[in-house]
């Protein structure tokens, strides 16, 4: 295993700082700069978390891309993981974690968030998050169970958890005195010691963010002692996700730029029912359908349907004992290989047989959704196909949330915490967020120093810049990086693949930096720019892997090697 950041920043050389603060811009109005105690990037359930509870001794800015609640938590269908049921254990959790991460986990962090699990529901129970109740007197939350649980454990809030998680924490954000919530503002580039006025700093520290403000369109100084990643992950890096479309890669990006390790990169879980359908690209269709009995099948042949059969058969009993409850790796690489032996353009999800009552009771939203597309899901299957999930891999983090630099932390889906493994669990994701959101509170609280000040920070530089008049360039080449992505580096890997997309990254690098040092930054030049980072690091990550392991699958080496390694990339130590 790797070994993860410590308290201290390593101090090695500054790498390259890849922004536009100049040296000529020091004698520039500092109108642009805002100060707090501590700046977290991300309104997710991991960044207000943390702002919450530091919100008691500091001022904190919570900076959002879009909206406050535009991120991936409220687009979360599924629940959260905890030992709740009468017979469950510890033990069983962290067990059913380390088999679905296909033994890459590191245990200290999965027993440490598994351990905090039951306290971080009812922290959001307290904040009026309305959990399903359990259906006797002796049951507090009705309990579901999805792919790779050995027990009913996840809490939820029908088939909505993610949007009742984001609004509670959300509304106890914007009615805290200390808490600023900041929509419309796209993190650009940490501000580390390469942007302080006068002498560089010995050892490498954060001290804040530039970010475009969508409204004035400005780059803005948001300056701080403290800076919290909870950005998300990157699966908008492929051409087809069930995540919204800010899921860029911003703060994997950012913090390699500034110098920070990352991990486990060629981890990016595809989930297994996406809804297929010619306009509506991202809908996902919950875990929980086939943790509740729904059934995977072909779509029926020309026969079937002549006979007046139009469920099809099913097909996980050709690829795993758990059949449909198999972890999503599993199920999602059966999908691909069905669709690919017989040419198909999707499976189907048939949850029809559990009745219409209890299809509108356990899953209200989905099934509201599906009828304005034209689809019963009480008397119909639903036509599914895999789409990237969730980044497994990103930045390096101790279990205090500590990065490899100082004044940075980080939580949530833009870590790699050593959680999930080559392969996540479901209903963990949330469930990290509230733990790490915890943690990073805790200790940058327990380290406070009041008497230490950020120093002078230098304004963005733009003069030597001008308008693009060529956007063009950027949409196409957001297009090309994405289907090369979604080709060559999805679910199923070889080494002829991997070496294409790796040749086709160098050329969007360079045309991308080329591009970003001539004109003006805007969010989607911003967003390209880490998107083409993420890419970049995926396939070195992927490439440098020569096994089969949980969400990694190449046809070149189909079997597991002897130890499970984490692979860790450098910028200080990586070539270009």
Excluded at 334 to 357: F, P, Q
Excluded at 546 to 575: C, F, I, M, N, W
Aim: proline residues 5%; contains cysteine; charged residues 25%.
């Amino acid at each position: 295993m790797a070994e993860r950041p410590t308290p201290e920043a390593r101090n090695k050389a500054e790498p390259e700082a890849h922004n536009k603060a100049a040296p000529e811009a020091r004698n520039k109005a500092p109108a642009d700069a805002r100060s707090f105690d501590i700046v977290i990037i991300g309104s997710g359930a991991a960044g207000l978390t943390a702002a919450l509870n530091l919100a008691e001794r500091f001022t904190v800015a919570v900076l959002a891309k879009g909206d406050v609640s535009a991120g991936s938590t409220a687009w979360a269908q599924g629940g959260i993981a905890a030992v709740l049921e009468p017979g469950d254990t510890y033990e069983s959790h962290i067990d059913d974690t380390m088999v679905a991460g296909a033994g890459l986990n590191h245990r200290a962090t999965v027993e440490f968030v598994v351990e905090n699990a039951a306290h971080a529901i009812d922290r959001l129970a307290d904040l009026g998050v309305p959990f399903n109740p359990g259906e006797s007197v002796s049951e507090r939350w009705h309990l579901t169970r999805e792919g790779g649980h050995s027990h009913r454990r996840i809490v939820h809030v029908d088939d909505a958890t993610g949007w009742a998680v984001q609004q509670a924490l959300q509304k106890a954000a914007a009615a805290h005195p200390n808490i600023t919530l900041v929509p419309g503002m796209v993190a650009l580039d940490l501000i580390t010691s390469a942007h302080v006025e006068g002498e560089r700093f010995a050892a490498r520290a954060v001290h804040g963010v530039y970010a475009f403000d969508t409204a004035s369109r400005q780059v803005q100084r948001y300056v701080a002692k403290a800076v919290v990643l909870a950005t998300g992950g990157a699966s908008r890096v492929y051409q087809y996700s069930t995540n919204p479309d800010g899921s860029t890669g911003d703060g994997i990006a950012m913090a390699w730029r500034a110098g920070c390790r990352v991990s486990n990169m060629e981890f990016n879980q595809f989930h297994p029912t996406c809804l297929f359908h010619p306009t509506v690209k991202n809908f996902l269709i919950t875990e929980a359908c086939r943790g509740e009995g729904g059934h995977l099948k072909l779509p029926p042949s020309a026969s079937e349907v002549a006979r007046g059969l139009n469920s099809g058969t099913r097909f996980m009993a050709h690829y795993d004992d758990r059949l449909e409850l198999a972890p999503r790796d599993v199920v999602a690489r059966a999908i691909d290989a069905e669709m690919k032996r017989l040419g198909l353009d999707h499976v189907l999800l048939d949850i029809s047989h559990l009745g219409a009552d209890f299809v509108t009771q356990h899953f209200p939203m989905i099934h509201a959704r599906l009828l304005e597309l034209g689809i019963d899901c009480t008397v119909e299957p639903i036509p599914v196909v895999p789409a990237a999930h969730y980044s497994c891999g990103g930045v390096m983090v101790d279990l205090a949330g500590r990065t490899d630099l100082a004044g940075l932390w980080a939580a949530g889906e833009v870590t790699q915490s050593g959680l999930h493994g080559a392969n996540r669990l479901a209903s963990n994701s949330i469930l990290e967020c509230l733990v790490f959101g915890q943690a990073v509170a805790d200790d940058i609280a327990a380290h406070w120093d009041p008497a230490a000040a950020p120093p002078a920070i230098r304004p963005w530089d733009e003069s030597r810049v001008t308008d693009s008049d060529e956007e063009i360039v950027v949409a196409h080449n957001w297009d090309e990086l994405r289907r090369f992505m979604w080709d060559y580096v999805g679910i199923v890997r070889t080494d002829k693949r991997l070496e294409r997309a790796a040749h086709r990254v160098k050329l969007l690098r360079k045309e991308v930096a080329d591009y970003y040092g001539n004109f003006r930054v805007t969010p989607d030049l911003i967003e390209l720019r880490n998107l083409v980072t993420v890419a970049d690091l995926i396939v070195r990550s992927a490439r440098a892997r020569k096994e089969s392991r949980g969400l990694h699958y190449t046809t070149d080496y189909p079997r597991l090697t002897a130890v499970a390694q984490d692979t860790v990339l450098d910028p200080v130590t990586t070539r270009n």
